[in-house]
């Protein structure tokens, strides 16, 4: 049984970690609202870029899909993987449902490069081919995010790599993420355009603005999905600490229980004994 004393000092340690806990999730909330609010600013941009992608890709000859190094496939059977998870935990079952969509999809041949210092140490550990770890900020710039692409393009361009994908957490509502996959080079997609390019006004050519295009819409992309990562992991995070602080409510709860049972098993037990040394004095007295 615990001594009162024991019980004051674990429900002092306990009530100040659940105003930790209370805290972290209410930040948490707050930038999950922040990230959310960029997802949302830069979604009708990036899926404009894309269409316009589509419409011009789409009705590129097939021999001429050369002249356009991010839709071009070059003959290797090594792959280039971006996984993009957390920088720090906390965050409940976020970095293990990476970690399981990586050991479901990589295969031998897959060079890696990662961005969450915390995901990319469990994956070294698993013993992925990891070649790269970069610290994700939460507040990724679009200027970090063109120096990203520039050296993803660089190493797609130098031949080495056949494919270059991406895993992720998409964000699917706003409490539920779930695994994503997606091919980034070459942009098999775009070849196939829906819609005729015959209204647009082309100076000086279709080719040439695809050209110019592929780049930007690339980055585009990659913006959309490092802000899509970004904003899961602040999810994940407000759930986990929610759960935290209503499971941290409930010990204290149950810790008070406890102390209020002891204290009135002590209060009781001295009203007992002042109860029995008086009629001890009373009897003597009598006698």
């Not at 469990?122 to 990891?130: C, E, G, I, Q």
């Not at 692409?149 to 797609?156: A, G, L």
Request: aromatic share 8%; net charge positive; hydrophobic share 35%.
């Amino acid at each position: 049984m615990l001594s009162r004393q024991r019980l004051r000092r674990q429900i002092s340690n306990v009530s100040h970690i659940t105003d930790i806990i209370y805290s972290t999730e209410l930040t948490s909330a707050s930038r999950l609202r922040k990230s959310q609010s960029r997802l949302r600013s830069i979604t009708p941009y990036s899926e404009s870029i894309e269409r316009l992608l589509q419409d011009f890709a789409g009705n590129i000859d097939r021999e001429n899909v050369k002249g356009f190094t991010l839709l071009e496939s070059f003959n290797t059977d090594r792959d280039l993987l971006l996984v993009i998870g957390g920088e720090r935990g906390l965050c409940g079952g976020y970095i293990i449902d990476i970690v399981r969509k990586c050991e479901d999809s990589i295969k031998s041949n897959t060079d890696i490069i990662v961005y969450g210092t915390r995901t990319g140490k469990t994956l070294y550990k698993r013993r992925f081919n990891v070649i790269e770890v970069n610290a994700l900020n939460p507040l990724i710039s679009f200027e970090s995010i063109q120096l990203i692409s520039k050296n993803i393009q660089d190493r797609y361009i130098s031949g080495r790599y056949g494919r270059v994908k991406a895993i992720y957490l998409s964000p699917k509502t706003a409490f539920t993420s779930i695994p994503a996959e997606v091919t980034l080079i070459p942009l098999e997609a775009l070849k196939r355009g829906s819609r005729d390019i015959e209204n647009y006004i082309i100076e000086p050519s279709s080719e040439e603005i695809l050209r110019r295009l592929l780049p930007m819409g690339f980055t585009m992309r990659l913006y959309r999905i490092f802000l899509e990562a970004i904003t899961s992991e602040y999810s994940a995070r407000r759930i986990a600490m929610h759960q935290a602080y209503e499971n941290a409510k409930e010990l204290l709860k149950n810790l008070n229980i406890t102390y209020q049972k002891l204290r009135q098993e002590s209060i009781t037990r001295e009203i007992i004994e002042v109860s029995t040394s008086k009629v001890a004095l009373e009897g003597e007295r009598y006698e």
